[in-house]
């Protein structure tokens, strides 16, 4: 029973008894429906246009709906020309324009209207009319309201919707309204998003992605090490801008910090033409790269706990021999990309910054903290965002656990204290908070962004999962046995049930039924690898989203999906454009692998949702005692 003051406060929200026996029945009632259908996308790395076109299009959902509403009663092409128009309603309706003319169009609206009714009918039937209300754009959901509704005590229904659609497509909202009915179908093929890590990088679009997920309707993120460098990057942690600003010129992105984010590149495009006459983007990744060296220098030194000495590197150079020294082993330097000039080293002090270098990150700090969009962003991805998230009986995390070479949870001291398993997450994002929520100046805010540099790039972290991110070798090393990097033994026992289980566990889940899905690996398609891991236990489901890894693994990426049958992963092919496909009425290929189909249908109360909803209902019924009794 809950206490008489808890619930004369609940009373306030449910004055009458009738108002209780009404909420009672609504949640009783939302238990009984199927669970919505969760989406899983991972290592999105910047695809703004593919990332956006696989939500219009539900990861192939929306196809399905279309062969399951209309099956052999229409054509193959109305039907691909139905799912152009539900994915690209504006773009779709101005080509309809140009190719339907005076009654014909008239003609195009009716038919269309009742097609996209049909499906509009189907996709909203598992959930309440309630939650289907919240998705309606205000301009038209007594309209929606009424086509989607059926009328028992009206005996000629055909008639009644018909005239519906002849008023709005005689007073000219016909297609504000195809595009209202096509925006719901796709919020409600999709009711939950899981974005697991890596939004930022590689690609052109990470400010689009995130202004997109900014205004979805229902999303958790969890964060992966390209994400908390940004985060870092954004809090003003110079070593995290560093890394930002040196992979945006890797992959040629420069844009996005200066388009996307208005961040001022002007100083460091500056300097570089003073310390290396040029300033190409190839001179600004290698000035930048030489100032994140020496900042990670000075970072390794002041943490000795994150075991990082093996990346102390520029004191390694031999400037005689033209070799470095990693790990006990000498390198010769040579690249056939990058010239082996280091104006900028002082060879007596080489991690030192220079007094310009010391000006440039003070201009690039001011920036990124001053961004207003970027600020935005990442307020919510700490919002929306995690280290890890348990959700319906599941376990989501971008990375691995770290383990050590018996498979065990591997400690890590963090400050004087060691962590492992769980406890080593949690301690984690106590401290990535820390480093952007912090008051500056404070010993906390050093901390945390120190944390999120060593999410980033550390050997033990759980985002990261090698032992060293090899960027100097790959920049200056041509011989490829000095920059490979070696993945936590948690790749090693994927396969090891004992060991997935005992994670599983960790977090309290049920070995039985849960899953670990995580991304940031891709998986190599074309040389056999399957996301498929330990019996369908753990799930890897990064499948080469970014256009940089397709030719590594054969597709363009994954997407899992779980609805109220069981567990699917759709396989994308290459996106193209989307004017291509509004043109052509083509779609990207996706095949898809059943993972697992559950013994029974799962209904709302199987999820944490119906867990709230159960704790809600008792809330209520002792609540209604209580007025029964006259209290």
């Not at 709005?168 to 504000?176: D, L």
């Not at 890890?388 to 376990?395: A, C, D, E, Q, T």
Request: glycine share 6%; charged share 30%.
């Amino acid at each position: 029973m809950h206490t008489e003051k808890f619930l004369r406060v609940l009373s306030r929200q449910y004055p009458t008894e009738r108002s209780v026996i009404s909420e009672i029945v609504n949640l009783q009632a939302i238990l009984s429906l199927p669970k919505g259908t969760e989406h899983f996308l991972t290592d999105i790395h910047g695809e703004a246009q593919q990332f956006s076109h696989v939500l219009r299009n539900g990861s192939g959902s929306i196809k399905t709906k279309i062969e399951e509403v209309f099956g052999n009663t229409e054509t193959a092409s109305t039907k691909r020309s139905l799912a152009t128009l539900i994915y690209y309603p504006k773009e779709k309706l101005e080509i309809i324009r140009q190719t339907e003319k005076g009654e014909d169009l008239n003609d195009w609206y009716t038919v269309t209207l009742h097609r996209l009714v049909a499906m509009l009918r189907r996709v909203s039937s598992k959930y309440t009319r309630a939650k289907v209300r919240k998705t309606m754009s205000a301009d038209f959901a007594y309209v929606i309201e009424e086509l989607i509704t059926e009328k028992e005590e009206i005996s000629d229904k055909q008639a009644y919707y018909n005239q519906i659609l002849q008023t709005v497509i005689r007073i000219g909202a016909a297609e504000p309204l195809i595009e209202a009915i096509c925006n719901m179908i796709q919020t409600l093929v999709i009711d939950h998003l899981h974005i697991i890590g890596d939004i930022f990088d590689r690609g052109p679009g990470p400010h689009e992605i995130l202004d997109k997920l900014l205004h979805y309707h229902s999303v958790d993120i969890q964060w992966g090490n390209h994400d908390v460098v940004w985060m870092g990057a954004a809090s003003g942690s110079k070593i995290c801008i560093a890394n930002v600003v040196r992979l945006c010129a890797r992959y040629n992105n420069l844009d996005v910090l200066e388009e996307g984010y208005g961040i001022n590149l002007t100083p460091l495009v500056t300097f570089c033409m003073k310390a290396y006459g040029r300033m190409d983007r190839h001179a600004v990744h290698k000035a930048i790269s030489i100032i994140q060296f020496k900042l990670e220098d000075e970072m390794i030194r002041k943490n000795p706990e994150f075991e990082m000495q093996n990346r102390l590197i520029l004191d390694k150079i031999d400037w005689e021999k033209g070799t470095i020294t990693i790990e006990n082993k000498e390198w010769k330097l040579n690249s056939q990309n990058l010239d082996l000039d280091f104006p900028t080293v002082n060879r007596k002090k080489p991690a030192q910054l220079s007094e310009d270098e010391i000006v440039v990150m003070n201009r690039l700090a001011y920036s990124f903290t001053h961004c207003e969009k970027l600020q935005n962003h990442v307020k919510f991805l700490y919002k929306k965002g995690n280290l890890y998230k348990v959700f319906n009986g599941n376990l989501l995390y971008h990375g691995c656990m770290p383990l050590d070479s018996e498979g065990k949870f591997l400690k890590v001291k963090l400050f004087g204290k060691e962590f492992s398993g769980k406890a080593l997450y949690d301690e984690l994002e106590v401290w990535a908070r820390k480093g952007y929520f912090s008051k500056p100046g404070t010993k906390e805010k050093e901390r945390g962004e120190s944390i999120l540099w060593y999410l980033w790039t550390g050997p033990k972290s759980p985002l990261f999962g090698k032992d060293k991110m090899a960027c100097f070798e790959n920049m200056f090393i041509d011989d490829k046995e000095a920059s490979r990097e070696r993945k936590n033994h948690y790749y090693d026992e994927v396969e090891d049930v004992a060991t997935v289980e005992s994670i599983l566990s960790e977090f309290g889940l049920d070995t039985k039924t849960a899953h670990i899905i995580n991304g940031h690996v891709p998986q190599e398609v074309k040389k056999g690898d399957s996301p498929i891991k330990c019996g369908g236990k753990l799930l890897i489901i990064d499948g080469g989203f970014s256009a940089a890894y397709h030719e590594k693994t054969g597709i363009a990426g994954y997407t899992l999906v779980c609805n109220s049958y069981g567990l699917r992963l759709v396989v994308h092919e290459k996106f193209t454009s989307c004017e291509q496909m509004v043109a052509t009425d083509s779609d990207i290929v996706s095949d898809t692998i059943t993972v697992e189909r559950f013994p029974t249908r799962h209904y709302v109360a199987d999820t944490d949702t119906g867990e709230e909803i159960k704790e809600q209902i008792e809330e209520l019924e002792d609540l209604l005692e209580m007025y029964r009794k006259g209290h």
